[in-house]
């Protein structure tokens, strides 16, 4: 069983961190449900493990928190839906890059929802549009943005952190950072692609492509 909860308002970085960890623990020790939280964080940047110091290019923007997931600098921030998932590898299969695919899946599902075509990228993790409605890069092919990041931790084949998928952040607040350690893109989000979608909007098609691609 999957439990769902979202939370209102803004959860601070190391609050949201500190849940997880008691949730995770509990589903280790005691067999805690598996869990779904999505969330909202005020403006700030986390480093994963892989970050390069270097890709922080305005330290003073937002708060900068050391975080233990995968992956390199990413921000976080109103109008981004963060779903963390605490999900049980051992029943699951204890495949690490069979569960990111599996990630990256849902976030393509979900964007289908809403006619948008999310594609991976070989040596990028995360999801990509490819953007049409822009000139074509000096390659002479169509740019492409980054549109949700994935970044996860496993303890004892348990996960936590998971994804973010960007509704309507404020974009400029990607400039205090490399996102992902990649220059040559850019970011987006769903009302930057001319989708009027709300966060509830989004919710709703997370937990339907949820059980499509995550079933019992």
């Known amino acids: 069983m999957v439990d769902w909860i979202t939370s209102e308002g803004f959860v601070p970085y190391p609050e949201a961190v500190s849940q997880m960890e008691t949730h995770v623990e509990s589903m280790i020790r005691s067999g805690a449900d598996e869990r779904i939280w999505l969330l909202e964080h005020p403006a700030l940047y986390t480093a994963g493990t892989s970050a390069d110091i270097n890709d922080l290019t305005d330290p ?17 921030g109103p109008g981004q ?27 393509i599902q979900t964007l289908a929802e809403f006619n948008v075509t999310g594609e991976r990228r070989e040596g990028r993790v995360g999801v990509w549009v490819v953007r049409h409605d822009k000139p074509l890069t000096a390659l002479g092919t169509p740019p492409e943005d980054k549109i949700a990041a994935i970044g996860v931790r496993l303890r004892k084949w ?20 490399v996102p992902c350690g990649i220059a040559e893109h850019g970011v987006t989000s769903l009302v930057d692609l001319g989708l009027p979608v709300t966060m509830d909007d989004l919710d709703v098609a997370l937990k339907k492509s949820f059980l499509q691609v995550f079933p019992d």
């Not at 003073?60 to 976080?76: I, W």
Request: charged share 25%.
């Open 60 to 76: 003073d923007r937002f708060p900068v928190y050391t975080s233990k997931r995968g992956g390199q600098y990413t921000y976080h």
């Open 81 to 107: 839906r963060v779903a963390y998932a605490m999900l049980d590898l051992n029943k699951r299969g204890r495949d690490v890059r069979k569960f990111v695919w599996t990630l990256e899946e849902w976030v």
């Open 158 to 177: 348990t996960s936590f952190h998971g994804i973010c998928i960007n509704v309507e952040p404020d974009l400029s607040h990607y400039g205090g950072i």
